[in-house]
């Protein structure tokens, strides 16, 4: 069984960061894809970045330059995923969802991968 729980959420201005986290707990963490999907209010959700268990990363286009994600494995299993936040637009603003799948079940991680299992969301608010 996998658990995410994310933090780090809030309320931030136009230009300013925040550093959101997903505590990952479960087996084989080292071998989930691993993803940051957000959905603002009424519209689809929409994938933010990925990161496969080899290092490889992927972020859309609206984040590139301005997002980070990172994993961090650790021996006494508080594995972690964090998506570092610059230059926060108002467009930021969402419910953040942490996201993993076994590398195994997908053909490449990726935006689009249908993750398997989710965190509960982490809300940012960006005002301008």
């Known amino acids: 069984q996998v658990q995410l729980v994310e933090s780090g959420g809030g309320s931030v201005q136009s230009g300013g960061s925040l550093t959101l986290s997903c505590v990952v707990s479960g087996q084989f963490y080292s071998t989930y894809c691993m993803g940051w999907v957000r959905q603002a209010s009424g519209k689809e959700p929409e994938g933010v970045a990925a990161?496969?268990?080899?290092?490889?990363?992927?972020?859309?286009d609206f984040v590139k330059g301005r997002f980070t994600i990172s994993r961090v494995t650790r021996v006494d299993a508080k594995n972690t995923l964090y998506l570092q936040m610059n230059s926060a637009k108002p467009e930021d603003t969402a419910m953040y969802y942490c996201a993993a799948i076994p590398v195994g079940a997908v053909a490449v991680c990726d935006l689009g991968t249908q993750f398997e299992y989710w965190g509960q969301g982490t809300l940012v608010t960006v005002s301008s």
């Open positions: 990161i496969n268990n080899d290092g490889d990363i992927r972020y859309a």
